[in-house]
């Protein structure tokens, strides 16, 4: 499967990146860019803002629909996983060790294939493995499976849903990975599989004769499958970084053939990757599809690089929805589970977040956090468990139906890693960003026009640039600061009280990114002064750290180094 297949499958299920000429080598790249990434959503609103908001990020695509029977469990097996599996130890393990339900049933429609392999089903989560056998495709078109979910019979869906399948050349067919948050609450349990799409998409592009030097706002029109334009205005961020700002408009009068936008930079013909932190599928104020993408300028250099307007257009559509009955078991994965009340404080003395519960299955370990206020992200941005000696990465879960006083930290359990209620488990959290709302002194603008000024101020003993200007009837405000240990500032205001004016953010931003730069726009703005406030700032500290013994749990468990 080529790069942009597997970058546009990123974001397809849930409206959410992609890649081209080279289709074989490229979408190898893309998929080492993290592809397999949840969706996640954003849970301020206008009044509360964060400045690290990620709208719909990155989203997965991929999907699936089949009847579940079982077969001999060698034949869920047979196939090789592995490269679909990547990062997913716990599933590969439970694999070898046979703890999968065997499924092996096809059903196919207009000539596509779909069969689902095996489930495994454990007290963390619940995976699916399946393939998707299409027959003959174009090099530049891929198929993709949308709106797959399991639901009980009151027709909800679960929460913490993704899906993701990628092409196996040896086989001329995609494997396909599901994974649900929905375990059995009981040893087992009737489900229904739901089915909305299975979709073939071709890829499209455009040319963009942008020049990236300008800070002027670009226009183009595009006039294809409902896109009507696209403006483009390039921001930097730092020395070597560039962020590509984007809207597209649509032609109303047309329905929507397209699917995921984003701009391609191609240096002397061959596709330059784009850096992490981009978002994309923000509706702007009227209805436009926003994204925010970045570069290293280094790589990008104006003379030998072109751009072009990439998406996915819909060439057929096999149409759901299809329901499926199914009866998922987590019996064999009980022997292997243990659950823990942890019940002790995130950091010695600090009661706003609490360890609260871990659960160990054979594929994965779960330990979730809650805080005392809603929606708070836990301050330290990387985790890690040392397990008799052997240290697991792990990375925070955030599924879009998540409660607002948990937070979950996922690890994968490697195989051969023997953990029974005696393994000495601990957990460390390291490099700490702290939230500062306590600054509310304004800073007065004055003279504003389209010359850009620059203020420098002290703001928690850091100093902050604070640059502003006009374009045609909009005003920006940039902020940023040279100590990388200032994290940025989240979001900007003008006034107080009912008649202030919020800022609207252009840049998009994410704990401990080190990006401390920010851009605020505010629109039709009239007058020559403003004072100006922040919501509130981010510092970082790399080297700030908490460790915590979970298993065997003592009473005098230190928290925080």
Do not use: C
Not at 48 to 71: C, D, G, Y
Not at 435 to 458: A, E, F, V, Y
Request: no cysteine.
């Amino acid at each position: 499967m080529n790069n942009i297949e597997k970058a546009l499958k990123r974001k397809l299920n849930d409206d959410s990146e992609m890649a081209y000429p080279d289709f074989g080598e490229m979408w190898n790249r893309m998929e080492q860019t993290g592809h397999t990434a949840p969706t996640l959503t954003d849970t301020s609103d206008s009044f509360t803002p964060h400045r690290h908001r990620n709208w719909r990020k990155i989203a997965i695509a991929a999907s699936l629909s089949a009847l579940l029977v079982a077969v001999p469990v060698y034949a869920a097996i047979h196939y090789n996983w592995d490269n679909l599996l990547r990062g997913r130890s716990g599933i590969q393990t439970a694999l070898k060790q046979n703890l999968g339900q065997p499924l092996e049933q096809s059903v196919t429609r207009d000539g596509v294939k779909l069969t689902l392999h095996t489930a495994i089903v454990d007290e963390n989560r619940t995976v699916i493995l399946y393939s998707l056998e299409v027959g003959k495709r174009a090099d530049n078109e891929f198929w993709n499976v949308k709106g797959m979910s399991l639901k009980k019979a009151t027709k909800k869906g679960s929460d913490g849903e993704y899906n993701f399948q990628q092409w196996d050349p040896k086989n001329q067919r995609y494997n396909g990975y599901f994974e649900s948050d929905w375990t059995p609450q009981q040893e087992t349990e009737n489900m229904q599989l739901t089915v909305e799409h299975m979709q073939l998409y071709s890829i499209q592009e455009l040319d963009l004769p942008l020049h990236i030097q300008s800070p002027e706002p670009q226009t183009f029109t595009l006039g294809r499958d409902g896109l009507h334009d696209i403006k483009v205005q390039a921001f930097d961020q730092g020395k070597d970084k560039l962020m590509l700002s984007s809207a597209i408009t649509f032609d109303s009068s047309m329905p929507k053939k397209w699917d995921n936008p984003q701009i391609m930079a191609y240096k002397g013909g061959i596709p330059v990757m784009s850096q992490p932190g981009g978002a994309f599928g923000k509706p702007g104020e009227n209805r436009e599809y926003t994204a925010q993408q970045y570069f290293k300028r280094s790589d990008i250099p104006e003379e030998q690089t072109t751009y072009k307007l990439q998406y996915a257009k819909t060439e057929k559509s096999i149409d759901g929805p299809i329901e499926f009955d199914l009866q998922l078991s987590k019996k064999q994965m009980e022997s292997g589970t243990i659950k823990t009340v942890l019940d002790t404080p995130l950091e010695k003395g600090e009661p706003n977040f609490t360890m609260e519960h871990m659960i160990v299955t054979p594929t994965q370990i779960r330990v979730t956090v809650r805080s005392k206020k809603k929606f708070v992200d836990i301050p330290y941005q990387k985790y890690s468990l040392s397990v008799n000696g052997k240290t697991l990465e792990g990375n925070r879960w955030s599924p879009p139906n998540s409660k607002p006083y948990l937070t979950t930290i996922r690890f994968e359990r490697p195989s051969e890693l023997v953990i029974t209620k005696d393994t000495p488990i601990t957990f460390t959290g390291k490099y700490k960003v702290t939230i500062h709302s306590d600054d509310k002194t304004p800073l007065r603008l004055t003279h504003i026009s389209d010359q850009r000024q620059t203020l420098t101020t002290q703001i928690g003993g850091y100093p902050v640039n604070w640059t502003y200007y006009k374009q045609g009837a909009d005003l920006f405000v940039e902020t940023d600061s040279e100590d990388v240990r200032f994290g940025g500032i989240n979001q900007t205001h003008i006034g107080l009280g009912k008649e202030r004016i919020i800022g609207k953010p252009i840049t998009t931003n994410f704990n401990g990114d080190g990006n401390n730069k920010a851009v605020d726009v505010y629109k039709n703005f009239k007058g020559t002064e403003a004072s100006i406030y922040m919501f509130y700032y981010t510092t970082d500290d790399p080297e700030a750290g908490t460790t915590i013994p979970l298993q065997p749990l003592t009473n005098t468990s230190e928290a925080s180094e």
